[in-house]
């Protein structure tokens, strides 16, 4: 089920970037901007636990946390295409039982695919990054770090029809994360999930 949700999003994403109405203009901030808000991140994964003796357990379980996030970006003067690095923080649970922490940045390519008059924009977002899960308070080795890849939809409210400086924007790409090594799972844990940015971003 969670699996379609996401292939559903990401579906959604490409139709409505060929599709979109060509009258509308696209230009987010025309230059550098930077933005902050609230994170949420829901994540799962296929993969089982590891045990203290090395064998495997239930699956993984990641709980809906709440973080924050920080970025830095540039849109290209006169052009749909932009680009920008959040870095996000997040403090939720694993398998139910222990609190952590995770950080990250990914560095990702913005097209501004459309404007309308009323001030809302679309656009898509697209771009690799790390995180790093930090050992939690149980103390049971689950601290990794990875890489990861994602796509997906984002949407802007400008305050102002006629100025691009400051924006409400709302943003949530598919994310796949990959994290090295036997901390959480048997060879490497495959985790996909659905970073939730909310915020607001201005030009400077």
């Not at 808000?37 to 590891?50: A, N």
């Not at 994360?177 to 909310?198: C, E, K």
């Amino acid at each position: 089920m969670k699996t379609r949700i996401l292939l559903t999003v990401l579906a959604v994403t490409l139709v409505i970037t060929v599709f979109a109405p060509g009258r509308a203009h696209a230009r987010g901030h025309d230059g550098f901007y930077m933005g902050v808000g609230v994170l949420t991140m829901p994540q799962f994964s296929t993969e089982h636990r590891m045990t203290v003796l090395g064998g495997s357990s239930p699956r993984l379980k990641f709980y809906p946390g709440f973080g924050g996030w920080l970025l830095l970006g540039y849109d290209i003067p006169n052009s749909m295409w932009g680009i920008q690095m959040p870095f996000e923080y997040q403090y939720f649970k694993l398998n139910g039982q222990e609190w952590t922490s995770q950080i990250g940045s990914t560095l990702e390519a913005v097209m501004r695919v459309a404007q309308w008059a009323n001030g809302w924009e679309f656009h898509v977002l697209g771009g690799l990054g790390w995180p790093h899960l930090f050992e939690g308070k149980i103390g049971n080795q689950t601290a990794a770090t990875g890489m990861t890849a994602e796509i997906g939809p984002g949407f802007s409210w400008f305050f102002k029809r006629d100025d691009s400086r400051a924006s409400l924007t709302f943003e949530l790409p598919l994310r796949y994360t990959y994290f090295f090594g036997n901390n959480l799972s048997r060879n490497g844990t495959s985790v996909f999930a659905i970073p939730v940015r909310i915020g607001v971003t201005f030009a400077f």
